[in-house]
């Protein structure tokens, strides 16, 4: 599909939008490939397959939370463009991951490089905080905002309207065991994801509960909804006989102090 | 603005400050960096308290800026329950500078940031953020428009309320707030609770989300024999459950997870070829 300078431009700002939401907008999630998926997919005039991509492409990224060694993701920008190829050429999630993933590592070692330069801006912040001066601290703090802009804005529209033709012809020149091998890997992946939400979440105490949550999602047809209302009761059964338990012990000491 | 309700009378400080306050702390990481990460963000946010609180007294605004130039980093959503606290703690400097050390106040922004964070961590990133992308998700695998829309508002709506409440809280019994909640041990209790939600949801996606299996087929002696139907017979969702088991006991082992994924994109990629995994 040939893409218009305008449509190229908007990809460029879905993108920046994806940085933008971590650094100005309280990580409110934009950043998402659900969020992006459907945008990309509005633009290029196909917003339920853009969804659907979207819906995909999360769960392959479940565990790049941003925190800790994932980190090492640019779900943002990845997701972006590799919804925006997937479109485009009319191929599905595979292309997405295949050309979102390095585009994720790309622009993570660019925000490397941006962070280290804003520690330097940072100086200038303390000589304005020394001279009591918050609206140059303010400037200093929104330059954030237009280097966000231009760091992502420009390299996604270069990457998706120069790029389509050349990604396109590559896709489609694919056999068809290259297309089994990627479908395989946009498959296993997303164990990745989940292991890693493992590695914040599970505490061994907290081992119990996810097996439940497994076994009752193996063998029985219950959805996420009704299976994180049975996860929530069960959470507010436990604080209450813990929490008796706890003042239990508490009083226990107490009296125990009074003697 | 005749509605704004008086939060300080003593420092005139309102709940428009307080809503500057609410909608600048999105923007903490603006400016984030490795010498000193959130500091910038936190300082920008506070600055309508400040700018009352110090109003006859510029050196005093001028040591309050270097103060909170000092290194400051958590998650996000929490954060203006910390800044609540600072601008309460900054008045009380303020009012008494004689009796109160400003140190302190850098001290407890610093405590707080390691186990605000973990809580944090597990509310956000581990229960509102599964929770809502799997029902964003349940919506969009059948391409339903309303599934980002879902999305953001599931994880959104308690964030929001985080951060205006938190900010009020801090402000007004912050100290005393925590002190209770760990002294009674609730804080530990309140994050192992939400633990166990995001243990289950974590558990639920793994046998509902990865869609690994193994197509291989035998024939022998006439009949064909599908392998994932014994591997069904064993455990239902047994190679999600595995993948996901070995990946995370590397992660464990802190194997970098650069090396990881190429590992996985590999051994998918060959396993794909040659028709085991699909």
């Not at chain 2, 600072?86 to 400003?102: G, H, L, T, V, W």
């Not at chain 2, 289950?200 to 046998?207: E, Q």
């Not at chain 2, 022998?220 to 064993?234: A, N, R």
Request: glycine share 10%.
């Amino acid at each position: 599909m040939e893409i218009s300078i305008i449509q190229g431009l908007l990809i460029g700002l879905v993108a920046a939008l994806t940085a933008i939401e971590g650094d100005f907008l309280g990580e409110s999630k934009f950043r998402e490939p659900l969020v992006t998926g459907f945008l990309v997919g509005l633009i290029l005039g196909d917003p339920v397959q853009g969804t659907i991509i979207g819906g995909q492409l999360q769960l392959i990224w479940m565990g790049a939370t941003g925190i800790g060694l994932s980190a090492q993701l640019d779900i943002g920008c990845g997701g972006t463009i590799g919804a925006a190829f997937a479109l485009m050429t009319g191929s599905g999630v595979e292309v997405a991951v295949a050309l979102g993933l390095p585009v994720s590592i790309l622009m993570q070692s660019l925000n490397v490089l941006k962070m280290t330069a804003l520690s330097g801006l940072m100086h200038k912040a303390d000589s304005y905080a020394r001279q009591g001066n918050t609206k140059a601290m303010a400037r200093v703090h929104w330059s954030g905002f237009f280097i966000d802009l231009v760091e992502y804005t420009l390299p996604t529209f270069v990457a998706v309207y120069l790029g389509s033709s050349v990604v396109e012809g590559l896709v489609n020149s694919l056999p068809q065991w290259v297309l089994n091998g990627m479908s395989a890997v946009s498959v296993l992946l997303p164990a990745l994801g989940f292991a890693m939400l493992m590695q914040i979440l599970i505490t061994p105490k907290l081992i119990p509960f996810f097996v439940f949550g497994f076994a009752l999602a193996a063998y029985t047809d219950l959805g996420m909804l009704a299976i994180t209302l049975i996860a929530v009761s069960i959470a507010l059964v436990m604080y209450q006989l813990l929490s008796n338990q706890q003042s239990a012990v508490a009083s226990k000491v107490d009296d125990e102090e009074d003697l | 603005m005749a509605k704004s309700n008086i939060i300080s009378k003593e420092f005139n400080i309102t709940t428009k400050d307080f809503r500057k306050t609410f909608w600048r702390s999105f923007t903490l990481l603006g400016t984030y960096n490795y010498e000193r990460m959130e500091a910038l963000g936190f300082n920008y946010s506070i600055f309508p308290e400040l700018e009352k609180i110090y109003k006859d007294d510029p050196e005093g605004l001028k040591e309050a800026l270097v103060r909170h130039m000092e290194v400051f980093n958590m998650t996000v959503a929490p954060s203006p329950f910390v800044m609540g606290i600072a601008i309460a703690m900054e008045e009380q400097y303020k009012r008494d500078p004689s009796n109160f050390d400003p140190s302190s106040i850098n001290a407890v922004k610093m405590s707080l940031m390691g186990p605000l964070s973990g809580i944090g961590d597990t509310f956000f990133w581990g229960v509102f953020r599964i929770l809502a992308a799997a029902i964003g998700c349940s919506f969009a695998a059948s391409g339903n428009l309303i599934a980002p829309f879902i999305f953001l508002l599931l994880f959104n709506v308690p964030q929001f309320l985080t951060r205006w409440y938190g900010l009020k809280i801090g402000y007004y019994n912050g100290n005393e707030f925590l002190s209770n909640m760990q002294k009674s041990g609730k804080m530990n209790l309140f994050t192992y609770c939400a633990g166990i939600v995001g243990a289950i949801a974590v558990g639920c996606m793994i046998a509902t989300q990865i869609a690994l299996t193994c197509p291989l087929e035998f024939t022998i002696s006439g009949t064909t024999i599908v392998l994932q139907e014994y591997i069904d017979q064993i455990l239902p969702k047994l190679l999600p459950l595995t993948a996901t088991l070995i990946v995370f006991y590397f992660l464990k082992k802190k194997v970098k997870v650069s090396y990881i994924m190429v590992a996985l994109i590999v051994i998918g990629f060959i396993c794909g070829v040659f028709g085991i995994l699909g």
